[in-house]
């Protein structure tokens, strides 16, 4: 069976996600020590710097200590974004590449702990969290669902007050016989 680009643009875009944020970290794990600070900008450099730390918790350095738990998370979020795609009808577009951008993600970090039992982060800005390209893909990919979703009920919720199956289309007026 012929697949499309509608039917594998998730996994394209989780796939370079995936490279990307597997590059980024190698560049890190293999030319800063841990907490060790580079500035490609020296100007911006108490704002923003790339410093290497190796993260035990979820996104952002939450929950330290947590990596099994989120490893069985990641597993569960990835087969159920695997198993949604299928169902996605042809044509939404911007709802695969949100699914994309979170299973790129999920699957970036997983590899890191299944690989190295932490996960690298190192995009350190302003007194922000430090995080990495998965962890902004999730972020973002989860921001674009939500905005997905929100307009999506909104278009719903005017279909629903006007009667009408179709966006900018009333329902025919119903005249009583009397």
């Known amino acids: 069976m012929k697949k499309t680009l509608n039917q594998v643009l998730v996994y394209l875009l989780a796939g370079v996600i995936v490279l990307g944020d597997q590059y980024t970290k190698h560049l890190v794990r293999t030319r800063l020590e841990i907490n060790q600070t ?18 035990t918790g979820a996104a952002f350095g939450l929950f330290k200590d947590a990596g099994l738990v989120f490893t069985i ?46 996960v690298t982060d ?26 997905l979703m929100f307009f999506e009920s909104r278009t719903e919720h005017t279909q629903t007050d006007t009667g009408s199956t179709l966006p ?3 329902a025919p007026e119903v005249q009583s016989g009397g």
């Open 73 to 118: 998370i990641a597993i569960v979020v990835s087969l159920v974004i695997i198993v949604y795609a299928q169902r996605v009808p042809a044509g939404h577009w911007w709802m695969r590449i949100a699914l994309g951008m979170q299973l790129g993600g999920a699957l970036g970090n997983l590899i890191d702990r299944l690989t190295f039992g932490t």
């Open 38 to 55: 580079w500035s490609p900008w020296p100007a911006l450099e108490p704002f923003v710097r790339v410093l290497h730390i190796q993260n």
């Open 122 to 147: 190192f995009i350190s800005v302003g007194n922000f969290a430090i995080f990495n390209v998965a962890d902004a893909s999730i972020s973002l990919g989860v921001a674009f669902l939500a905005v």
């Open 168 to 170: 900018g289309v009333d």
